[in-house]
């Protein structure tokens, strides 16, 4: 796309054909298009998504146990490795939206971002069937251990780094690719890809529950090696499917990247930070798109000098922007003020992702140290923890759905659903209430461990069931309804951003979460004392104190969200799109300040107050 020759900003695009089949035209190009989509390729698609999650999540899922029984590293290195790479490849997730949308398209960028996942996993099972890649184990007490040498842990992170850049091709376009297969401006279309949504979900919790529980036990009860080796083949096994199914799919061409329209803005307002906000002609061309044109609103008023027209040499002979890093159209304008607005409820989100990386990683790490015995003869592999978490969302859920929503609505309320607001406020709740449990399990555990002088404690892994299950339901209603919040708050063309910025969030939290840990380390090891945190044992440590240390952050959380975060989640109702919304038509000369009409419409074309 040219600098500033058109106005793309999300779904303004100006090619007459922004979709195709993903495989070559023939002489049967058209008969084969109108084939193309719908279920006929949704079969294929949830398919390579089922295998390749039962791939992934096996490996996320016991990625502390494997490092910490394979490479005698510390509990507080483990930690550190496995925050960086989920922090890693929620960075990668913004590349890969950025490549999607400004090179590659979704399909291919899915496919390589496959490919690399294959490479890396593949890299890993190595790991595990070379001896000479991992060192010696430790004797049985843990107070031999040798440390992994430069090469060992070269390979070990260069499976890792191939993984989260997979993960950067996979996560952002996965979903999007299969909503790409149906028509949302029809009802039928509509109503097929909420069925999709039910059937994506559906399939990503069978994968959950096969990579938890069958993949786990294998890798940590039978083989390392084959459990491994049984991700690599489920993964090589969704690119097949996933290739299988090329002829079927619909491909959305690449349009521009808005990060880039982002920057424009940026460097535009600036250049013309002298101008007055109101007052001038503002630069908003006719939209070629069939999605409503977002009306001017009022906030952050200082991007709008953006838009403003200086002089009419600004625009070529068909009243197009000249240069793009100069003059940028409304649109793009009010697209950053979108993603500049949801910062505030960004920010609760991060704090409130840190409680749910606890149980990810020290959460585990308790489970290894504790009785996992059921019976004689079966232990519960530490990996299966994090099962509790994704029952415990499920079951929230199910209630809330089938149970709760149904019965409401036979009850008359007017409003069945749970404001965004008060969802929030009780996943933020849950998350301080999730540290104070692992707090007081943790005592009790570190006590009964000392008393008979053992390294795993007498403690009953049950007892640690509660903490995942409210860390699962923090989940289920704060991570869930953040994600809402994103899509709602910002227009159709924007959902890769919406998408972007909550893995961003994630990404955040991981490495916010590791620089904690290290803080914390650091103070309470000075002076000679025993790290709260530090060390192979956590019968030596005070992890409960940590613990503690996190909820406060999440009281801190509460307040802050219910003082000022909370105000942007106000706007949740009424969004409905109408037809009255969609405006094509002032293409230059409107005024900077909306009118009273422009102002009772919504930023993602609702019936809702700009502000």
Not at 33 to 52: L, T
Not at 409 to 426: E, G, H, V, Y
Request: charged fraction near 15%; aromatic fraction near 10%.
């Amino acid at each position: 796309m040219e600098n500033g020759s058109s106005d793309y900003s999300g779904a303004l695009e100006l090619e007459q054909e922004p979709t195709s089949t993903c495989t070559p035209p023939s002489s049967s190009s058209s008969a084969s298009a109108k084939q193309a989509g719908g279920w006929r390729s949704i079969k294929y698609i949830i398919g390579n998504e089922s295998f390749e999650k039962v791939a992934s999540m096996s490996l996320v899922s016991n990625l502390t146990v494997y490092l910490l029984s394979n490479y005698n590293l510390s509990n507080i290195y483990v930690v550190n490795v496995v925050q960086i790479w989920n922090g890693f490849s929620n960075i990668f997730s913004i590349i890969g939206a950025f490549i999607s949308d400004t090179y590659l398209g979704r399909f291919k960028t899915l496919f390589f971002g496959s490919i690399a996942s294959l490479l890396g996993i593949l890299t890993i099972t190595l790991t595990a069937g070379i001896r000479q890649l991992r060192p010696h184990p430790c004797d049985n007490n843990r107070d031999h251990c040798q440390s992994p040498d430069a090469l060992q842990l070269a390979v070990l992170f260069l499976g890792l780094a191939l993984l989260s850049i997979g993960a950067g091709g996979i996560r952002p376009c996965n979903i999007a690719f299969g909503a790409d297969q149906f028509d949302s401006k029809t009802e039928k279309g509509r109503a097929q890809l909420e069925s999709f949504f039910n059937w994506w979900y559906f399939s990503f919790t069978i994968a959950l529950v096969i990579a938890l529980t069958v993949v786990v036990y294998i890798q940590t009860n039978v083989s390392w090696t084959l459990g491994f080796a049984i991700p690599t083949c489920c993964l090589a096994l969704s690119i097949a499917i996933f290739l299988l199914g090329r002829h079927t799919y619909i491909c959305q061409k690449p349009q521009g990247s808005i990060f880039s329209d982002m920057a424009r803005v940026i460097s535009a307002a600036f250049r013309k930070r002298n101008l007055q906000a109101s007052g001038g002609t503002v630069y908003n061309p006719a939209s070629t798109s069939e999605e409503a044109k977002i009306v001017q609103t009022d906030r952050f008023k200082f991007l709008d000098k953006a838009a403003i027209i200086v002089d009419p040499s600004e625009l070529n002979d068909q009243g197009m922007a000249r240069n793009g890093w100069r003059l940028c159209s409304l649109q793009q304008v009010e697209h950053l003020k979108c993603l500049l607005g949801v910062l505030p409820v960004w920010v609760t989100g991060i704090c409130g992702f840190i409680v749910m990386d606890q149980q990810n990683t020290f959460g585990v790490l308790q489970a290894v140290q504790s009785n996992r015995s059921i019976g004689p003869h079966f232990k519960v592999p530490p990996g299966w923890m994090n099962l509790t978490s994704m029952i415990a969302l499920s079951f929230w859920i199910f209630i809330y759905e089938c149970v709760y929503i149904p019965l409401a609505r036979k009850l008359s309320i007017k409003a069945p659903r749970l404001a965004m607001k008060k969802r929030i406020n009780i996943g933020i709740l849950l998350s301080i209430l999730c540290m104070l449990v692992a707090a007081i399990v943790e005592k009790q555990r570190r006590d009964l461990a000392l008393k008979h002088g053992l390294f795993v404690s007498p403690l009953s892994f049950a007892l640690l069931l509660p903490q995942f299950a409210l860390s699962g339901l923090n989940e289920a209603f704060a991570a869930v309804s953040i994600m809402e919040y994103f899509t709602l708050e910002m227009p159709e063309s924007m959902r890769t951003v919406a998408g972007a910025i909550f893995f961003l969030s994630l990404s955040i939290a991981n490495y916010m979460s590791s620089l904690i840990v290290n803080i914390v380390h650091k103070i309470t090891s000075s002076n000679g004392k025993t790290s709260w945190i530090g060390g192979n044992d956590l019968n030596h440590n005070r992890l409960d104190c940590y613990y503690y240390v996190i909820a406060a952050l999440g009281a801190l959380n509460f307040i802050y969200f219910n003082f000022f975060g909370c105000r942007y989640c106000d706007k949740d109702k009424d969004n409905l799109k109408t037809e009255a919304q969609r405006e094509h038509s002032n293409v230059v000369g409107e005024s900077s300040e909306p009118n009273d009409e422009e102002k009772a419409l919504d930023i993602t074309g609702t019936t809702k107050r700009a502000t």
